[in-house]
């Protein structure tokens, strides 16, 4: 019971997936709203469909497929961790960002600014999707 609580307490989850462009305007939010700095590496696989068996002056199609967002979040008071977005079903949308958590360790061990850190972007995740309903 007590890694559920963890891993709750570390997962952000979203209401609805999000495509690449939208996650991207989520970690702008999060930075100006937060306020944090926020690092993030940003990855996913592309496909590109040639010219195999398709006329000459067909335009080569591209469908993106995976898309993972890692990095990490540091507050002005120093609050400080990594994080990096879990897939959805359909892998080219984001619909969760979790922390790292540290082996062994249990919801208490970790420092009281990095639960708060947790807790803080979770409410600006609920804020952003909910500005976004209007």
């Known amino acids: 019971m007590k890694l559920d609580k963890?891993?709750?307490?570390?997962?952000?989850?979203f209401p609805r997936s999000l495509p690449l462009r939208e996650a991207k305007e989520l970690l702008d939010y999060l930075a100006i709203n937060l306020p944090a700095d926020i690092n993030a590496r940003v990855e996913y696989?592309?496909?590109r469909y040639g010219h195999l068996g398709k006329e000459e002056n067909e335009p080569v199609k591209r469908r993106r497929g995976t898309v993972t967002i890692s990095g990490s979040i540091r507050t002005k008071d120093f609050a400080f961790d990594g994080f990096v977005t879990q897939p959805a079903r359909n892998?080219?949308?984001?619909?969760a960002i979790q922390f790292q958590l540290i082996?062994?360790?249990e919801l208490e061990e970790y420092r009281?600014?990095?639960r708060q850190l947790w807790e803080d972007v979770g409410t600006q995740v609920q804020n952003y999707f909910e500005g976004k309903e209007k």
């Open 6 to 13: 963890l891993v709750e307490a570390s997962t952000i989850k």
């Open 45 to 47: 696989f592309e496909n």
């Open 91 to 95: 892998t080219s949308r984001i619909n």
């Open 103 to 105: 082996p062994g360790y």
């Open 112 to 114: 009281p600014d990095v």
